[in-house]
């Protein structure tokens, strides 16, 4: 039945959303990473600075791009606003790392050239790893993360595009009662959607 399907539909969305989310963030997390661990070795890092400041860009990052919506839904459907979020956030992350190391007076333990080079290094690795990861995900993860759900009223056209869950107006609500069941009903069909279509007779 509708809830039974509902359930399933929002389950199997929400797990692959999930590792939609894991993969794009291990992703960025590597990148970042090689781009410092490079910018190191080209550029004859010694001393711990880059490693410590390596190691405290990684959370920060992560906690922004959460904040900044860089492994959202709708981010994660265009590659373009996937590169301009996560870019976004990595230039934030170490813009507060280096405000912050400047106000602890600890800006000359960290080696300039170095921090420099990773970060542009990495700014271009994560325009090129979303770019190609991004329209990738259905098949990498096993399946489209996104959960879009189809109203559809009688016997009006079915747009294109794959759709999650298809309900029929007809048979699960009325909009000329005012019944609180009935919008109970819908919201919790809706409560996982990324996409909501509607398409009625012309």
Known sequence: DLYSSSAIGKSRSGTLHNRAIFLMAGVDIVIISLAFVIAAIACDASGMGWIIFTSCLIPTYCVIAMGNHAFHSYAL?????????????????VGFLILLAF?????????????????????????????????????????????????????????????????????????????????????????????VVVTCPV
């Open 103 to 195: 106000y602890v007076k600890s800006a000359s333990f960290f080696p300039r050239l170095t921090n420099t080079v990773g970060s542009a290094m990495g700014l271009m690795g994560l325009m090129v790893g979303r770019y190609l990861i991004v329209p990738a995900l259905p098949r990498l993860i096993g399946g489209d993360p996104f959960n879009a759900i189809l109203i559809r009223d009688g016997n009006a056209p079915v747009p294109p595009g794959d759709f999650s869950i298809v309900i029929m107006a007809e048979s699960f609500f009325d909009p000329d009662v005012h019944d609180p069941l009935t919008y109970d009903r819908l919201a919790n069909s809706l409560v996982l959607a990324d996409r």
């Open 77 to 93: 459907r265009n590659p373009f606003t996937a590169i301009h979020k996560g870019c976004r956030s990595l230039i934030i992350s």
